[in-house]
């Protein structure tokens, strides 16, 4: 099956400071989206991006399907940033979405 | 944002008692899922659904059953909870129509097995 794989696993930032998450995978993908888990449990939809590049704000995420691999980029961090990043994707021919391991954000104010 | 709900939101409860986690979602939508996601870890699925009477076990094994009566409705039920149970449970839909089908997710539920 496709492998998902994100880096770094961990990454302490002080607040202010930009950082950028990377996901790569091993098979072309359909869907492919960036999740934000807050300290709560909650898993919050930063990105719908199977392609292409996006803003929102303080973030912005970009795909190169051709290359298999996709950023999320994270300007002026805030505390509130911290948490858990995961990409998720789906491949062709099934609805199953597939999670990295995820990369573990520390904010420090 | 995407309406779907999960009840209860914690449960603590003891060994031997048979659970039913809720989920719901108001979108319509065909595609549901479950997900069991120990703390900080990944999340593996365990359990899906791609319409009524349609459910399918998921990549990770569990002792858990589910059940797609209605659309709107994807229950998840544990016969009889044991301590290798805790962890928490995340549902999600999706859309079935066109190429652009990114999942929602409820809050979850905190389950401790005592």
């Known amino acids: 099956g496709i492998q ?10 002080q607040e202010g400071a930009n950082s950028t998450l ?17 300290p709560w449990g909650q898993l ?27 950023l999320l980029y994270i300007s002026s961090s805030q505390t509130t940033d911290s948490g858990v990043y995961f990409c998720a994707l789906t491949t062709s021919g099934t ?7 995820g990369t573990r954000l520390k904010v420090l104010a | 944002e995407a309406d779907i709900y999960q ?6 409860i003891g060994t031997g008692k048979k659970i039913t986690l809720e989920c719901s979602q108001t979108m319509g939508h065909d595609k549901m899922y479950w997900y069991q996601q120990d703390p ?9 659904s791609y319409g009524v009477n349609s459910t399918e076990k998921g990549d990770l094994s569990s002792e858990s059953t589910v059940s797609r009566i209605r659309t ?43």
Not at chain 1, 4 to 13: A, F, G, R, T
Not at chain 1, 22 to 27: A, I, K, L, P, Q
Not at chain 2, 92 to 97: G, H, R, T, Y
């Open chain 1, 22 to 38: 990377r996901c790569n995978f091993s098979d072309s993908v359909n869907n492919l989206q960036w999740f934000h888990q807050n």
């Open chain 1, 44 to 70: 919050i939809n930063l990105f719908y991006i199977p392609s292409g590049t996006k803003q929102n704000g303080r973030l912005s995420a970009t795909t190169v399907a051709t290359e298999r691999y996709s």
């Open chain 1, 95 to 101: 609805y199953k979405y597939i999670f990295g391991t």
């Open chain 2, 72 to 114: 709107e409705h994807f229950p998840l039920t544990l016969e009889s909870a044991r301590p290798s149970h805790t962890s928490q449970y995340l549902c999600a839909s999706s859309e079935s129509k066109g190429p652009a089908q990114p999942q929602h997710f409820g809050d979850g539920t905190r389950l401790s097995i005592l």
């Open chain 2, 7 to 12: 009840t209860p939101r914690y449960l603590v």
């Open chain 2, 40 to 48: 900080g870890m990944e999340l593996h699925l365990i359990h899906y």
């Open chain 1, 4 to 13: 998902v794989e994100q880096s770094p696993p961990d990454l302490i930032l």
